[in-house]
């Protein structure tokens, strides 16, 4: 299905979403949670889309493949590991945010950028959703 093509205002109310959400966010940051939530989410689609522009952003090919290791990783600071902690727990909600999860996201940002960083899960997560039901496949940009 062309989402886009036969919804188009809850498509495009979804890319004002992500607009939005955007805001203000390291752009590596940003790819590093979107491959995350879309490995979790299992989106051959946007674990693409994000890879690519991750490369195109500067991220190094060692941090993209070691993503879906992350906590036995080196890799990443303390700041991307409280992201990526986050990430997890908002993509799997059913196991809830532990409030040990939340409170070190909230050592490592301020709560404008916590509000943020948790627009850009909850949007990711809308984008995989959306793209894993319509069978969105990669290479289809």
Request: overall charge negative; glycine content about 2%; some cysteine.
């Amino acid at each position: 299905m062309d989402f886009a093509a036969v919804a188009p205002r809850v498509f495009k109310a979804v890319l004002a979403l992500d607009s939005a959400a955007r805001q203000g966010i390291d752009p590596a940051l940003l790819e590093l949670v979107q491959i995350r939530a879309s490995q979790l989410n299992r989106c051959a689609y946007c674990i693409e889309y994000h890879t690519t522009d991750a490369r195109k952003a500067g991220e190094r090919e060692d941090r993209i493949y070691q993503l879906s290791a992350w906590e036995e990783s080196s890799l990443y600071t303390a700041r991307e590991r409280a992201a990526l902690a986050l990430t997890e727990a908002v993509t799997l909600l059913p196991d809830g945010v532990p409030d040990r999860v939340y409170d070190e996201a909230a050592q490592h940002f301020s709560e404008p950028e916590l509000a943020q960083l948790i627009a850009l899960i909850f949007t990711v997560n809308v984008w995989n959703r959306m793209n894993v039901t319509t069978r969105k496949t990669p290479g289809t940009r």
